[in-house]
């Protein structure tokens, strides 16, 4: 089993103010109106909050144009990764790699057997059904992670559909994190949240740490069928999203103005970053589909990430290194979108660190 680790490494931002390209989290930081939020609702936490989250299930359906029925809120997305494979009593999953680590320890942990298909670096890591799907009909669950973290690949909606069609003949449980899904133009031409409540076998996953920059409150849910979600639900635990965490999310989702900045910034300091990474010499840098950039080390006096990460940390910078992800090797790491001051500064700093 691979190791553990993830980003946002709080032992090493505590030091020197170090900017965290770890995480990929929105880098407009909260919404303004979070302080306000929190403010009015003080006098909440003498009370127990809600215990299925209610209100703002109601708020999700409603944002998803579904019924509160077809949602379920977890103490972030990362609960209901764990909840999914044990309430479904899943005895071998699927899982498309190099992802999100979670999923093999998810899987395993409920006792299931893990199998793995590799997505490759010469197809720039995008899915080809072709190459893996004779595997499904020996899985009941299929984890995928679209936009991909941590490869940025992004997969079509019609691709995904093909997938679904395949796993649902099977009578396959497929689920797609989407947890990145919000920092993608024309999301809606690769989101399957608006199918899920309609299918019996699909769920969708997504959260609310990352685009609202919600990461210490640990908000998400998933988008489901009546009867998937209410199996999922008897294994979760009563109040397990504290009280700010309801009322803050409840009412950001309907914060237009924050969305629409957020989108634009994504965007234009994604191709930013991304065309600057790439004219650094000794770096190979993958087309991004989210707010996050894969680069690998190919030609560079450094044969490391991690290498390359203690000369970065000398000039205040945390760059992801992504040699614990399975299917990838000690030469990639992972950057996330930044605020243009600070996507110069990695510029500059990476440029240094490489010669």
């Known amino acids: 089993m691979i190791n553990?680790?993830?980003?946002?490494?709080?032992?090493?931002?505590?030091?020197?103010?170090?900017?965290?390209?770890s995480a990929s989290i929105n880098p407009l930081g909260l919404p303004g109106r979070v302080s306000r939020i929190i403010s009015r609702n003080m006098h909440n936490l003498t009370r127990y909050p809600q215990p299925e989250s209610n209100g703002l299930k109601e708020a999700i359906a409603e944002f998803h144009n579904t019924n509160p029925e077809n949602i379920l809120i977890g103490n972030g997305s990362i609960e209901l990764i764990h909840l999914i494979p044990r309430a479904l009593k899943v005895r071998r999953c699927l899982i498309i790699t190099p992802s999100f680590s979670e999923y093999e320890f998810a899987a395993r942990l409920s006792g299931a057997r893990t199998v793995f298909a590799q997505a490759y670096e010469k197809d720039g890591f995008n899915l080809l059904l072709s190459k893996f799907e004779k595997l499904i009909p020996g899985v009941d669950m299929v984890f995928l992670c679209n936009p991909n973290n941590p490869t940025g690949a992004l997969t079509s909606r019609c691709d995904i559909s093909a997938l679904f069609e395949i796993c649902n003949r099977h009578k396959v449980i497929l689920v797609l994190d989407e947890v990145f899904m919000d920092f993608v133009n024309n999301a809606h031409a690769f989101s399957m949240?608006?199918?899920?409540?309609?299918?019996?076998?699909?769920?969708?996953?997504?959260?609310?740490?990352?685009?609202?920059?919600?990461?210490?409150l640990r908000v998400g849910y998933l988008i489901s069928s009546?009867?998937?979600?209410?199996?999922?639900?008897?294994?979760?635990?009563?109040?397990?999203?504290?009280?700010?965490?309801?009322?803050?999310?409840?009412?950001?989702?309907?914060?237009?103005?924050?969305?629409?900045?957020?989108?634009?910034?994504?965007?234009?300091?994604?191709?930013y970053l991304f065309g600057n990474l790439r004219s650094i010499k000794g770096l190979k840098v993958f087309t991004p589909g989210s707010n996050f950039i894969l680069c690998k080390l190919e030609g560079a006096p450094i044969k490391s990430a991690k290498k390359l990460q203690e000369r970065l940390l000398k000039f205040r910078l945390l760059i992801r290194d992504c040699s614990n992800f399975r299917g990838l090797s000690e030469r990639f790491f992972r950057v996330a979108v930044r605020t243009r001051r600070e996507n110069n500064e990695l510029i500059l700093g990476m440029g240094q660190a490489l010669r």
């Open 4 to 21: 553990r680790i993830h980003g946002g490494n709080t032992n090493i931002l505590k030091e020197n103010r170090i900017v965290d390209f």
């Open 193 to 216: 949240a608006s199918r899920a409540p309609g299918e019996s076998r699909l769920i969708v996953i997504n959260s609310l740490t990352k685009f609202f920059a919600l990461a210490g």
């Open 226 to 271: 009546r009867e998937i979600t209410k199996k999922i639900a008897q294994f979760q635990y009563p109040w397990n999203v504290n009280v700010l965490a309801q009322e803050v999310s409840r009412e950001i989702i309907t914060d237009k103005e924050y969305i629409r900045k957020s989108k634009a910034l994504i965007s234009r300091e994604r191709a």
